[in-house]
C-alpha cells in the first residue's frame, strides 16, 4: 500500500513509501519524523520498521539546499485476512486466539477476526487457545492486493470440564444448596445425561433400591422428600424405573437439591427438597433427537416474534429388548413410560406443561405374586412477573393446575387407585433490606383425592393456605431466618379437624477466610400424611401433620485444586403415619443422624472425587417401644468418581460404589425378609438367614462410561455406552411401590445394564 508523504518545505519531494509486508501497527494513522541535509538524516522518530523503510528511499529524494524537517504520514493498510469462528455442531461464535502464519488475532463476541496487511504468501492457519482445535489442516495463500475471507469451524480440544461433580454453594438467603446442570450429568455413569440421576452421586442421598429413582434423603422416606418442578409441587420427578427424569433434560438448566433446611416457599416436605430449574428458551432454532437402549427421545426449540417455544417426548421400549433376551412376561419388570412436555415464554412469563405415564412389574410382599404399578399424571403451570425487570422489588404470580393417578394390582393382590387434583396459585414477593434481603409469600391450593382401595372408593376435598416470610441479613457473617405456616382443612361429609403447624428453620454462614466456609441450620418441617393412609379408615381423618425437626452444621475447605465439604446433621420426626402390625393406621416415630463428606480435585482434564458419608435410621411405632432399623437403612456409603476428558472429543468416566446391606426389620420377634422373588426367573427364592444376620447382602458396583462427540458444520453426533452395575452384582434390596408401604416387599436387584445410546443436535 502506498504511504503519504508531508513535507517541510514544500520544495523537497520524495517517491512514497510502502509499508513492510507483515507490519501491521494498528488502525489509527502513524507518522515518521526526521531532520534531512542532502543524503543525511538525524532525529529520527517512529516505529523502527517504519524508519527503515523510509531511510531506504532517502537517496531518491529532491531536496532543496539546508535541513529539512520531513514527515511521512503513513494511514493504516487495509484488512486482507478475516473471517469468524464458530464451534462446530451448533455454529456458536467462539471467542478465541487465530494465528494466520506468524500474525495472531482475537476474535469479538461474535467469534470475529481481522488481519491487516498480512505479508504475501502461504500460511497455515492456528488456534492458539488450547481448548479448541481446528478438527482439519487450514493452508492459505495471501495473494497481493486481495482479501481472503475466512469460515473456521472449531471443536473443544481437552475443554475444562469446569466442576462435573456438584458441591455445597450459597443460593440467595436460605442454607446452602447442591446443584447439577446438565453439562455436569452427561459425563456421569449410568445418568444417561439426565441431571437428576447424576444428583444421586451426591452426599445426603442414600441409594435407592433398584436404583430406581427414589431420593432417600438424611434417613428419610421415599415420600418425604419435597420435589418442584420451578418452585411448584410435582409427586414424582422421576419416571418409575429411575431411568430419566420427567422433564426432557434440554429443558432442564439446573437441579437443585438442598439436603438440609430448605427455602420456606417449598412446603410439604420433611427431609430436603429438589427442585427442577427449567432453561429459558427460544435462544435459537435447534432440534435434538435420540435412542438408547431404554427410550427414545425428540426435542425441538425455536425462537418467536414474543419469545420461544419448545417441545419434547420420550419413549420407552426396553421391555422388548428384554423379551428377546429373558421371555415376555420376564421383560416385565422393565419399566414403561411416555412423557410429553412443552414450554412457552412470552417476554418475561413462562408456561410450562407435561403428561406422564409409567407401568412397572414388582414382586409381592409374600413374593408369590407380581404387581403391576402404574404412575400418569399432567400439570401446567405458569410463572407470571408483576413487577418490572428493572425494579427492585420482585412480585412474581405462579399458578398451576395438576392431576395425578397411581394404582397397582396384581392377580391376588387387591387393586389400590389414588387421584389426585390440586389446582392452585403462589404469590410471591422479595427485596433487597440494606445488607440482606426480605421476602414474602402466600401458596394456596385444593386438593381432590379420590382413593379406591379393592372397591372400597373414598373421597376427600382439602384446602391449603400457607403464607411463609423470610429474612436475610449479612454478607461475611450471613444469618438468616424465615417461617411457613403449614394447612391442612379438610371438608366433606366428615368432620375431619383443621390442622396447623409452624415451620421455622433460621441459620448462618460464615466465611472467616479465603477458601473457608462455615454454616449452620436448623428447621422445623411439616407435611400432610398420605393419603393412602388418611382416607381409607375413619381414624385416618384424624392423623396430625407429620412433623420434622433437623439441626446440621459443617464447613467447606478449598485450596487451589482441591476442595474438601463435610456435615453432621440429627433428625426427629414424629406423628409420622403408617400401618402398624396390627392393621391399624397411626403416628409412628423416626430418629436419625450422619455424617457427610467429600474430597475433590481437579488435575489438568481429570476430575476426581470421594465420598463417604454414615446414616442410621431408626423407627418405632409407639412411644414406649424399643427402636429398630428402618427398611432403608444401610449405614455406610462410599462413592469414587473419575471423570477424564480425553483428546478429540472423547470423554471417559467411571463410578465405583459400595453400601452396606439393607436392614432386616423385625416383626412378631422374627426378622424379615427371609425370601425374595426373582423376577428375572420368576421365582421365589430362600435367603437361608437367621437370627444372627442383621443385614441383607452389601451392595458394590462399577459404572463404566465412554463416549465421544462427532461434530460437523450444522449439527453434531454424541455417541456413548453407559455400563450401569458392570459388576454385576443382585443383592436382595426393599421394593418402593410408592403406596406408603411401612413393610415393603422384597426382591433381587438389576443386573449389569449396558446402554449404547446416540443423539443428534440439529442448528438449522
Not at 374 to 379: D, K, L
Not at 413 to 430: K, M, N, S
Not at 487 to 513: E, H, M, N, Q
Not at 688 to 696: A, F, Q
Request: a negative charge; aromatic letters at 8%; hydrophobic letters at 45%.
Amino acid at each position: 500500500m502506498l504511504l503519504l508523504l508531508a513535507l517541510s518545505p514544500a520544495r523537497a519531494a520524495c517517491p512514497p513509501v510502502d509499508w513492510p509486508p507483515g507490519l501491521d501497527l494498528g488502525p489509527d494513522p502513524v507518522e515518521v519524523r526526521a531532520t534531512v541535509t542532502g543524503t543525511d538524516a538525524a532525529g529520527w522518530s517512529g516505529p523502527d520498521p517504519l524508519v527503515d523503510a523510509v531511510r531506504a528511499t532517502l537517496g531518491a529524494c529532491e531536496l532543496a539546499p539546508g535541513p529539512h524537517a520531513l514527515v511521512w504520514r503513513f494511514d493504516p493498510p487495509p484488512v486482507n485476512v478475516a473471517g469468524q469462528v464458530r464451534l462446530r455442531g451448533d455454529g456458536a461464535p467462539v471467542a478465541t486466539v487465530v494465528a494466520v502464519g506468524d500474525r495472531t488475532a482475537r476474535t469479538d463476541a461474535d467469534g470475529r477476526f481481522a488481519l491487516r496487511n498480512v505479508a504475501p504468501g502461504p500460511a497455515t492457519v492456528r488456534i492458539v487457545d488450547p481448548a479448541w482445535r481446528l478438527p482439519d489442516t487450514v493452508a492459505l495463500t495471501v495473494a497481493p492486493g486481495q482479501r481472503s475471507e475466512l469460515a473456521l469451524w472449531v471443536v473443544p480440544d481437552q475443554a475444562p470440564l469446569n466442576g462435573i461433580v456438584a458441591w455445597y454453594a450459597p443460593e440467595g438467603d436460605v442454607g446452602v444448596v447442591r446443584t447439577v446442570d446438565v453439562e455436569r450429568a452427561r459425563a456421569v455413569p449410568a445418568t444417561l445425561g439426565d441431571p437428576l440421576r447424576a444428583l444421586a452421586a451426591e452426599p445426603g442421598l442414600a441409594r435407592s433400591p433398584y436404583d430406581a429413582g427414589w431420593l432417600l434423603v438424611r434417613g428419610g422416606d421415599f415420600d418425604e422428600t419435597g420435589l418442584y418442578l420451578d418452585g411448584v409441587r410435582v409427586p414424582l420427578v422421576y419416571h418409575l424405573g429411575g431411568f430419566t427424569s420427567v422433564l426432557h433434560p434440554e429443558m432442564i438448566e439446573a437441579v437443585r437439591f438442598w439436603p438440609g433446611p430448605f427455602p420456606a416457599r417449598y412446603g410439604d416436605a420433611l427431609s430436603g427438597a429438589v427442585d427442577l430449574v427449567p432453561r429459558d428458551v427460544g435462544d435459537r432454532t435447534r432440534a435434538v433427537g435420540g435412542a438408547n437402549l431404554v427410550f427414545a427421545d425428540a426435542y425441538v426449540e425455536a425462537p418467536t416474534r414474543f419469545g420461544g417455544v419448545a417441545l419434547a417426548m420420550r419413549r420407552s421400549y426396553l421391555d422388548g429388548v428384554l423379551a428377546a433376551v429373558v421371555g415376555r412376561e420376564g421383560a416385565k419388570i422393565a419399566p414403561r413410560f411416555w412423557d410429553v412436555s412443552g414450554q412457552l415464554r412470552i417476554g418475561r412469563a413462562r408456561i410450562l406443561a407435561l403428561g406422564l405415564r409409567d407401568a412397572v412389574d414388582t414382586p409381592s410382599l409374600t413374593g408369590s405374586d407380581v404387581i403391576t404399578v402404574v404412575q400418569q399424571g399432567a400439570q401446567v403451570q405458569a410463572v407470571l412477573p408483576l413487577t418490572r425487570e428493572a425494579s427492585p422489588v420482585r412480585a412474581t404470580l405462579r399458578p398451576w393446575f395438576a392431576w395425578t393417578g397411581r394404582s397397582l394390582e396384581g392377580i391376588d393382590t387387591p387393586r389400590e387407585a389414588v387421584d389426585e387434583l390440586y389446582p392452585g396459585l403462589r404469590l410471591e414477593a422479595d427485596a433487597p433490606l440494606g445488607e440482606g434481603h426480605g421476602s414474602a409469600g402466600l401458596e394456596v391450593e385444593r386438593q381432590w383425592f379420590r382413593l379406591d382401595k379393592a372397591g372400597l372408593v373414598r373421597t376427600a376435598p382439602v384446602w391449603r393456605a400457607e403464607p411463609y416470610a423470610g429474612l436475610g441479613m449479612g454478607r461475611a457473617v450471613h444469618a438468616w431466618s424465615e417461617v411457613r405456616l403449614s394447612t391442612l382443612a379438610a371438608v366433606g361429609d366428615v368432620p375431619r379437624p383443621v390442622r396447623t403447624g409452624w415451620s421455622p428453620r433460621a441459620g448462618v454462614d460464615w466465611a472467616p477466610a479465603d477458601g473457608v466456609a462455615l454454616h449452620a441450620a436448623f428447621g422445623r418441617f411439616h407435611q400432610p400424611p398420605p393419603a393412602t393412609l388418611s382416607l381409607p379408615v375413619a381414624e385416618g381423618a384424624y392423623l396430625p401433620l407429620e412433623r420434622s425437626d433437623e439441626l446440621t452444621a459443617g464447613f467447606a475447605l478449598t485450596r487451589a485444586a482441591w476442595a474438601l465439604d463435610a456435615d453432621a446433621w440429627v433428625r426427629r420426626s414424629a406423628d409420622l403415619a403408617e400401618i402398624e402390625l396390627d392393621g391399624s393406621i397411626g403416628p409412628s416415630e423416626a430418629r436419625a443422624h450422619g455424617l457427610e463428606s467429600r474430597l475433590r480435585t481437579a488435575l489438568g482434564p481429570l476430575e476426581a472425587s470421594l465420598l463417604y458419608q454414615y446414616t442410621r435410621t431408626f423407627r418405632r411405632e409407639d412411644p414406649g417401644d424399643a427402636w429398630g432399623p428402618g427398611p432403608f437403612d444401610a449405614p455406610h456409603r462410599a462413592e469414587l468418581l473419575l471423570v477424564d476428558r480425553l483428546p478429540r472429543a472423547w470423554t471417559a468416566s467411571a463410578r465405583l460404589r459400595a453400601t452396606s446391606g439393607y436392614a432386616r426389620v423385625e416383626e412378631w420377634s422374627e426378622l424379615f425378609p427371609t425370601e425374595a422373588f426373582d423376577v428375572l426367573r420368576q421365582q421365589h427364592v430362600e435367603l437361608g438367614l437367621g437370627p444372627e444376620d442383621p443385614r441383607l447382602a452389601p451392595f458394590w458396583a462399577v459404572d463404566l462410561r465412554v463416549a465421544r462427540t462427532f461434530a460437523f458444520r450444522r449439527w453434531q453426533l454424541d455417541l456413548a455406552l453407559d455400563v450401569q452395575n458392570a459388576t454385576n452384582r443382585r443383592v436382595v434390596e426393599p421394593v418402593i411401590t410408592g403406596f406408603g408401604d411401612s413393610r415393603p416387599p422384597y426382591g433381587f436387584g438389576l443386573p449389569v445394564l449396558p446402554i449404547l445410546s446416540a443423539e443428534g443436535r440439529f442448528y438449522p
